[in-house]
Nanobody
Framework: QVHLVESGGGLVQAGGSLRLACAASGTIFDVNAMGWYRQVTGKNREMVAHIHSGGTTKYADSVMGRFTISRDKAKNMVYLQMDSLKPEDTALYYC???????????????WGQGTQVTVSS
């Protein structure tokens, strides 16, 4: 079993900062990409930031220059530093990871339960 657990969400005023963290645990043989998506009720889930095992990052245009993704490969953790937050950043933020649980099993995408980020104006 593989589990992803997010933390760090909350309520913040516009212009403030939050740092999300996600820990992958369980039976893990290897981890490739990790990242963050977000979803607002009634809308599709959208990619926020993505980091490959080699360190290459990708960001949504809407968060470029304000959010920074990083990871600790030894701990199977990924972080999202969110600065200059805007009310439109309000969403449920999900962590995901491309994980191979064991050498006998195939790679798969695993998701956390989500952490709420609310930015007040």
């Amino acid at each position: 079993q593989v589990h992803l657990v997010e933390s760090g969400g909350g309520l913040v005023q516009a212009g403030g900062s939050l740092r999300l963290a996600c820990a992958a645990s369980g039976t893990i043989f290897d981890v490739n990409a990790m990242g963050w998506y977000r979803q607002v009720t009634g809308k599709n889930r959208e990619m926020v930031a993505h980091i490959h095992s080699g360190g290459t990052t990708k960001y949504a245009d809407s968060v470029m220059g304000r959010f920074t993704i990083s990871r600790d490969k030894a701990k199977n953790m990924v972080y999202l530093q969110m600065d200059s937050l805007k009310p439109e950043d309000t969403a449920l933020y999900y962590c995901y990871a491309d994980i191979r649980p064991s050498i006998e099993r195939a790679w798969g995408d695993y998701w956390g339960q989500g952490t709420q980020v609310t930015v007040s104006s």
